[in-house]
């Protein structure tokens, strides 16, 4: 039996976040420049957003190039927004094909003009697709998040929108550049690293990590379709007692 069957699909994780790792690595490995490692990276992509779209998940968020990525050597750099923007324009009729809303987080200002104006020309060409959202997390990085949002709180206290006694978890939230999507409840990470490197710090709060050896180039379907099976395997307390939890779900079912 393939392990998609072993899915329940009344208990899919919401929102998926993957931070994919190991392009470079799994490049080097056979002898390659890094930058093949991200081509190759792009196989996995299309193969997981597949895989995301026909489960059923509502949002996938990829951490595809982060703040601190932008110190990487030129080429590299270079190398992958030629290919982030050349995807993501060529992808435009699969998405469309498959019901897919592209959402972009980050610092998009940043990023050359050719690569933010093919990007943003997919987030207008998809916005009324209502299936899958697919977040690609560019030029991000959580701390970048946390700060703009700080300034935009502050600038609208000054103007008067809001009065700092009012400040609450909701109104950071609000401000977050994931305003409209709910928190992920399963983060994954490729390549045996154990880190969150600045990704959705606020957001991971109550996600389930789960991490794998696998590189993201190797990374496909059956690997994702392992993790959910393994989230599912998990008890989400949220702060509370297992035996609260148990209680809570045997009075849902009745
Ligand atoms: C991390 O591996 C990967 C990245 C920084 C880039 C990810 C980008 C892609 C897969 C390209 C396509 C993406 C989309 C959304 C179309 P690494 O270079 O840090 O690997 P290493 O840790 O082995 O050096």
Not at 81 to 104: D, G, S, Y
Not at 121 to 145: C, P
Not at 205 to 217: C, G, K, M, N, V
Request: charged share 25%.
């Amino acid at each position: 039996m393939s392990q998609v069957n072993e899915i329940d699909m009344t208990q899919l994780p919401r929102h998926i976040a993957i931070i994919m790792d190991g392009n470079g690595r799994w490049a080097q490995e056979k002898g390659e420049n890094r930058l093949f490692g991200h081509y190759q990276g792009v196989e996995s992509v299309r193969d997981i957003v597949e895989g995301c779209a026909e489960l059923g998940v509502g949002y996938l968020t990829l951490y595809a190039f982060s703040t601190e990525n932008w110190s990487r050597p030129e080429t590299e750099v270079q190398g992958l927004m030629e290919l982030l923007a050349q995807t993501i324009r060529q992808e435009v009729p699969t998405l469309n094909k498959n019901n897919i809303k592209l959402k972009l987080i980050g610092n998009i200002e940043k990023l050359p003009g050719y690569a933010r104006d093919g990007l943003l020309e997919a987030v207008d060409l998809t916005e009324d697709n209502d299936g899958l959202t697919l977040i690609i997390a560019l030029s991000y990085s959580s701390r970048w998040e946390l700060v703009h949002a700080v300034k935009e709180i502050a600038r609208d206290v000054k103007l008067g929108k809001i009065l700092p006694d009012q400040i609450n978890e909701e109104t950071l939230r609000h401000y977050l550049a994931t305003s409209s999507v709910p928190d992920p409840e399963l983060m994954i990470r490729t390549s045996g690293e154990y880190r969150i490197s600045n990704f959705l710090l606020f957001q991971l709060a109550y996600a389930e990590l789960y991490f794998t050896d696998i590189r993201w180039p190797d990374f496909r379907k059956q690997h994702l379709f392992e993790a959910i099976l393994n989230f599912q395997q998990r008890q989400r307390r949220f702060g509370k007692t297992g035996e609260q939890i148990r209680r809570e779900s045997a009075t849902d079912t009745h």
